[in-house]
């Protein structure tokens, strides 16, 4: 069998006539236009002297065309490589020298800045616009649609993707054929997905949110999405009552609540909410399940492991928690120094195998070594526990983890105290150098409109909930948290914004 995931995605296609994607602009692909888009493209990158193995980077704009660049890649078995749009030239530069694409494919307005990079690597470089047009698609649309997909073995790679890289260097985190296929099988049977199912995508497709979980879930099952260019919340709305799933990072959910068209009537239709890529505030679950009686699906995945937990379809979906590991994952939650197992409900790093874990970071076999356990279990860098069903808590990134006076203090559990206080909208709790305790804990807290909870009110609110060496020095009031493209607050922003607030 060929393991190639084009070869899985569409190899026992029934129904060619079959949508697979519609557009805003009343575009209609089916499956089978699909498969002849990536035959076109697939031929171009072989004419571009694409070989197997090789890279094909790609900083586009979200399109059909640019969906279609994926699969076309992975079809001739050369390894694709999403870049995120917002990449500076300068950051470009690292990315492109350490990937050594042999094509570059980049908007039309990037293509003279890009020129340089391009040549120093080797690459050729094609254009390809937001509206779908360049010259990658101009040579297509003379190429011939057919094309035998290579075969590939299921450990060979099929991506690249950039991790988001908030400390150090960012690592090119390795994806196999059988890494992507695998993951995304075990999602549409876990999530139910049916040829019926219709998915509002309005995630970005560099990362893998929007590229795996969501277009490669809807591919494997027949289904058919709506691409929308980015998140509107009234479109996603007026979308819900001819559609079944939306799949969202959190900031998805707390803005589609601010809109009083989201209701009990205008949510009717849908089947499934689903949640990730950043914690989901418990309070935001509820309020979810309060106004349209649905009860967001949240789940916990990362670049380098595909999706690793998920609450059930059927079963609690637990505020707070990402769920049970998935079928044929295991997960593990150990000290993290010694590397030993923890007993249930006790706090370490979470550590994942399975099917759906990487092959290693391109050109980092150290890195890739100090990640993985002997026994093969890949250190996902988060805390969090697991509870005696199951239930994984994530308690966030081990790099965020505050010591104080030589205790650990894990932000979550002083944000989750501080989110539940009356007028506060949310919290993120850092540690910030301090001369006696070496880091101090420090809230950053947003309110909600006209609130007037002030500091001495949340220390005294979490007097009587919190041991004292958790208890945080200081807590600054803000009007957001800074957050990346998808949803993550970002941390390492606010440690350095306020890293002299202790200094003498
Ligand atoms: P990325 O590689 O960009 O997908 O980021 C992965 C990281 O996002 C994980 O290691 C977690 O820290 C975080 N993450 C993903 N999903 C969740 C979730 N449901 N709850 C909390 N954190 C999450």
């Known amino acids: 069998m060929n393991a190639n995931l084009f070869s899985r995605l569409f190899d026992g296609l029934a129904d060619p006539a079959k949508l697979a994607i519609e557009t805003e602009d009343g575009g209609r692909i089916s499956y089978g236009d699909l498969i002849a888009r990536a035959g076109r493209i697939a031929n171009v990158l072989l004419a571009r002297g694409v070989k197997i ?21 992975v079809r001739m078995g050369a390894v694709y490589l999403p870049l995120n749009t917002a990449y500076t030239l300068n950051e470009l530069d690292y990315f492109l020298t350490d990937a050594e694409p042999s094509l570059l494919v980049c908007d039309p307005a990037r293509r003279d800045g890009l020129a340089a990079i391009a040549a120093k690597v080797g690459a050729t470089v094609e254009t390809l616009g937001a509206d779908g047009q360049g010259s990658l698609t101009d040579a297509a649309a003379t190429a011939s649609p057919g094309f035998e997909t290579v075969a590939r073995a299921g450990d ?47 995630l970005p497709i560099y990362h893998t949110h929007g590229l795996f979980v969501a277009s490669n879930v809807t591919l494997f099952a027949r289904a058919s999405m709506i ?9 996603i709305i007026a979308l819900m009552s001819r559609a079944t799933v939306l799949m969202g990072v959190p900031t998805f959910y707390t803005r589609l609540l601010q809109s009083p068209l989201l209701t009990r009537q205008t949510t009717g239709p849908m089947r499934l909410f689903i949640s990730g890529s950043a914690p989901l505030l418990a309070d935001t679950h509820r309020e979810w399940a309060a106004r349209t009686g649905h009860a967001v699906l949240e789940r916990y995945g990362m670049t380098e492991t595909n999706m690793n937990t998920s609450n059930p379809y059927d079963g609690v979906r637990l505020p707070g928690s990402v769920g049970p590991a998935l079928p044929g994952v295991d997960a593990r939650v150990v000290d993290a120094e010694r590397g030993v197992e923890l007993p249930r409900g006790e706090i370490g790093m979470i550590e994942v195998k399975g099917p759906n874990v990487f092959k290693g970071y391109w050109r980092m076999p150290e890195k890739t070594n100090a990640e993985f356990r002997h026994d093969g279990y890949f250190i996902t860098g988060d805390l969090g526990k697991i509870d005696d069903n199951g239930y994984v808590y994530i308690l966030g990134r081990g790099k965020d983890l505050v010591i104080t006076g030589g205790f650990n203090v894990y932000p979550k559990e002083v944000e989750s105290e501080i989110d539940a206080l009356p007028g506060v909208v949310e919290s993120a709790v850092i540690g910030v150098p301090h001369a006696d305790l070496g880091e101090g804990v420090t809230a950053v807290v947003v309110r909600d409109k006209g609130a007037s909870v002030d500091e001495a009110g949340v220390l005294n609110a979490l007097q009587c909930q919190l041991a004292k060496f958790k208890m945080p020095k200081r807590v600054i009031f803000v ?6 493209t998808m949803g993550k607050v970002q941390k390492n922003l606010l440690r350095e914004t306020y890293a002299g607030l202790y200094a003498k």
């Open 227 to 235: 691409f929308l260019p980015k998140f509107d919340a009234e479109r």
């Open 156 to 202: 060979d790679l099929a991506a690249i993707l950039y991790t988001s890289g908030t400390t150090g260097r960012s690592k090119g985190a390795m994806l196999s054929h059988d890494n992507l296929a695998s993951n995304s099988l075990t999602l549409v049977k876990h999530w139910r997905f049916t040829d019926q199912d219709v998915l509002i995508h309005a």
């Open 479 to 484: 009007d957001d948290l800074p957050r990346n």
């Open 53 to 73: 193995g090789d890279r094909v980077a790609a900083q586009t704009e979200k399109s059909v065309e640019a969906l279609v660049l994926y699969l076309a890649t």
